[in-house]
């Protein structure tokens, strides 16, 4: 029975101060933010095609979850956050005469996730949990790697995505292959790391987009960096798996971004009292724009050739654009920070911006935790379009932000601060 009992607690996490409900509720909650697409991938391939309204419905439903979680017990600042960013996306869509639903899905999943993750607000729960989540991305990923076959029956990723209306049903490139487009490196590019090993393959994994996988890889490696050195044991963990996943789904941007990240934690930079962080959005914008005005090149499938289109790109932002006015319907592809601003505006982006800044972390790992997430987010909108949004690694990131910053106090009841405390005994016979 106390084998059971372990093993139940370590699927279901126990966070000191939280109602069981509540916290087996969050276990769920993150699992299917984690899984929802490959067990979608799967239905599709094997019961019934899955079209874009499933998924929809699918995120839906875990986003309902968050709400009911975070109604037991409502905090202001995020409702003050979700009124403002609510207040100007709106306003947006009566100036632009038109409403986006994603610009409202990508800026609830932060608010959502990090409100879980401040009612539990216990790292060791999220370091059973995330831990759980490695070995099943780890296992899946193996199965991938050793047994395509099987891999293929289960998810045939190709087929989703066509489903959905993300690829063309012709476009399918490598010869007998479900995978996705980028599962495979096109032949003369190949894979960057361990080419010998593992061919043009590239792992996917439970996320169905090497992509994915190596930016859950750069989550876990800034997580365990985070860790203080009498907890080496688990940042070893966390690291090791982030280089294996690495390895995996041949990652360049993870392998750069996760060096950066070991770099800040053995330098001064990195520093948990540190704040220069908070201008690196601002910082990578510049680098582009320098890129892109400087840099006689032309789009490529590498790191600079990316970079140079994203340049290019954000140099040819007007007024309109930048303030979430003009070009939000139009797909900038890989580029982030285009994407980013023409959707939700650079208003609403510094609205969201700040208040991470503004947060008292719980210790000095929840700010070191900050600064390498800030690396992340600042990087990743360098050289991808909507990674940052994915539901399936989002989820995890801003539940970790919110367990960083640690349990929110409960709040006091109305008219508590009125009421006097009750004498005692002494009190009364005092003169």
Known sequence: MQSFANIRDFIFPRSAG???????????ILMAALLYQAVLCAVHTNVHAISTAGVMFSEFVIYLLCMVVLSKNIRLELVAVAALAAAYLFLLAIMRNQLDPKGFRDVMIPILFYGIGRQIGDARYADRLLKLAVLLVLAFGFLEWFFLDIYSRIFNIFSYYVNQGGLAAGSNWAKDSVLGLNGIRPEGIGRTILPALLGSHRISSIFLEPVS???FAVIIAAWGLSKRREEFKDTIFFLLAAALMIVMSDSRYGMITVAALIVLRCSPLGKSGNAWPIVLPLLSALMLLLIGAFFDGRYSDSFLGRLYVSGRTLLDLNIGMLVGLDGYNTNFGDMGYPSLLTRLGLPLCVLLWVPLWMLKMEDERGNRFRIYITLYISLILCVSG????????????WFLVGCAAGKAADPAPAGAAARPSPKTKEQNNAY
Request: hydrophobic share 50%; proline share 4%; net charge positive.
């Open 213 to 215: 996988l190596g930016n």
């Open 18 to 28: 939280v109602s069981v409900p509540a916290e087996r509720m969050t276990s769920w």
């Open 386 to 397: 909507t990674s940052l949004f994915a539901l399936k690694t989002a989820g995890i990131l």
